[in-house]
């Protein structure tokens, strides 16, 4: 059976499988580990984009504006040591100083922002030029304060190339820098166009992946659950003969498990029912059948010469008649007791008093099959709380059992005594065919009978029993039966005080 089942029907061998709350939730996981994934990427791009800009800002920015100041000041200088040559005004040479300090400021301050080895190499030589020229300056100022004669157009043209070499110098570097922002610029541009080509893939990726399972968690719920509804169509058009394999979250398998129980309850419901029509049928034909025949008789004349014959037909008819009004009524009873309908008269009464009446009463059946009835009762049975007519319907119903069912010659003992907890204990023994094992609970069930295989001739409602467990039950009690196919029956209950 389970071969032909799919995937998802089969019975789970291996493990514990997830219910639907962890399903779900482990679909949300997914989602969320995606997002999650695609966040932690653009946040992860988003810190390289911000590095670039702020290394931009930061370092190539300030290097041009530095490199552009150092420039102004070299200029500056020029100016100002040309000026104390031709005037010989010591403000010039001061003022000079004071560029210089900021020059070698400058340089000094781009020295440590530079990122790279090229451009620390040409500021180093920025720098040693720049000595180089200060040093010259110095040298022709000394002379000139000290009014020695010296070669003017040496130091001039020394000075000038060095002056020259290093603007030449500062140009490559603001040109390396512009070439560096530019690179950096078009790489970020790059980046970004790759990060937005791997985020839609990543993005394209995972809400494939989340379709995807999402459609399976929603499938391994959904389909049991389709495959459940075929099952409730076929309970409903009377099959139920059906059984329920299915391998999905525990919710499911134990609603399918309650289906199976629900169905098996309804083949054993709708067997009852079988024969509960097949019982009726019987049980109701061959009394009408009687009445029928008789009531004929009666109206074609037949027996109005022989009285003897019309009392005979007329006894048969109140018989029949008298067990049709018994089956009625033990129906009523039933059905009654089963809704809670009927309600007791308890009183203290004394129930050997009602052994006797019921044994009494079941007398004349035993004596035609030569049954004897034996009674144990002792006189100090306590006084308990019941309905006495319910009560003796029990007795009748035990007692009229046993006398159908003991063998003539059998013997049926009927004993009470008294309880522990102050209630009362009775049985009531014969010496019939036994009960199989299996039958011992189903005998209490209405319209069940024990399977007897001598005793299949002796018909019954399957009624009496299902009575007086409804009886003892409402009294508080408890009845069962010990027996042993073949050697006799014990009905045993219990009645509290």
Not at 433 to 446: M, Q, R, S, V, Y
Request: charged fraction near 25%; include cysteine; glycine fraction near 6%.
């Amino acid at each position: 059976m389970q071969k032909n089942l799919p995937f998802y029907l089969k019975g789970n061998m291996t493990g514990m499988r997830p219910t639907i709350f962890a399903r779900i939730m482990i679909g949300y996981l997914a989602i969320f580990i995606a997002v999650a994934a695609v966040s932690v990427y653009a946040f992860s791009q988003l810190a390289v984009f911000r590095g670039v800009t702020d290394d931009i800002l930061q370092t190539d920015n300030r290097l041009r504006d530095l490199v552009q100041k150092i420039t102004d000041s070299l200029l500056a200088q020029t100016r100002y040591e040309r000026k104390y040559i031709i005037t010989k005004d010591q403000e010039f040479i001061n003022q000079f100083m004071i560029d210089e300090g900021d020059v070698n400021t400058r340089i000094d301050e781009a020295l440590f922002i530079a990122n790279n080895a090229r451009k620390r190499e040409m500021l180093i030589r920025i720098r040693n030029s720049y000595e180089h020229y200060k040093s010259a300056v110095n040298e022709e100022a000394q002379l000139v304060k000290k009014k020695q004669p010296y070669l003017q157009a040496d130091y001039k043209e020394e000075k000038g190339k060095t002056v020259d070499g290093i603007l030449v110098e500062l140009r490559n570097l603001k040109r390396y820098i512009e070439q560096d922002t530019y690179e950096k610029i078009k790489h970020l541009g790059e980046s970004v166009v790759k990060a937005n080509q791997i985020a839609i893939v990543m993005a394209a990726g995972f809400i494939f992946f989340g379709v995807i399972t999402s459609i399976f968690i929603t499938r391994s719920i959904t389909r049991p659950l389709s495959f459940m509804r075929k099952k409730t169509r076929q309970v409903a058009q009377g099959n139920f003969d059906c059984s329920l394999d299915v391998s999905s979250p525990p919710e499911i398998e134990e609603l399918a498990q309650d289906f199976n129980l629900m169905c098996d309850k309804l083949k054993v419901m709708d067997k009852v029912k079988s024969d509960f029509f097949a019982l009726m049928a019987h049980e109701l034909r061959t009394p009408l059948a009687s009445i029928k025949e008789g009531t004929n008789l009666l109206l074609n004349h037949i027996g109005e010469d022989f009285k003897e014959k019309r009392k005979e037909v007329l006894t048969i008819i109140a018989e029949e008649s008298n067990r049709l009004t018994d089956l009625v009524n033990s129906l009523l009873d039933l059905s009654k007791m089963e809704a809670g309908m009927i309600a007791l008269n308890l009183e203290k009464s004394n129930i050997g008093s009602l052994i006797n009446q019921a044994a009494f009463g079941i007398g004349p059946l035993a004596m035609t099959k030569n049954v004897s009835i034996k009674l144990e009762i002792p006189q100090d049975l306590p006084y308990v709380k019941m309905d006495e007519e319910r009560i003796l319907q029990a007795f009748r119903n035990l007692i009229g059992n046993a006398a159908k069912f003991t063998p003539e010659g059998g013997q049926i003992t009927i004993s009470a005594q008294p309880m522990a907890s102050g209630g009362v204990k009775v049985s009531v023994a014969d010496t019939g065919p036994g009960i199989a094992k299996e039958d011992l609970t189903a005998i209490f069930d209405k319209f069940q009978q024990g399977t007897m295989t001598d005793y299949n001739k002796i018909k019954g409602t399957g009624l009496g029993l299902a009575i007086v467990k409804h009886i003892i039950n409402a009294h508080g009690g408890k009845i069962w039966v010990e027996s042993e196919f073949g050697h006799g029956s014990t009905f045993i209950f219990l009645l509290p005080a």
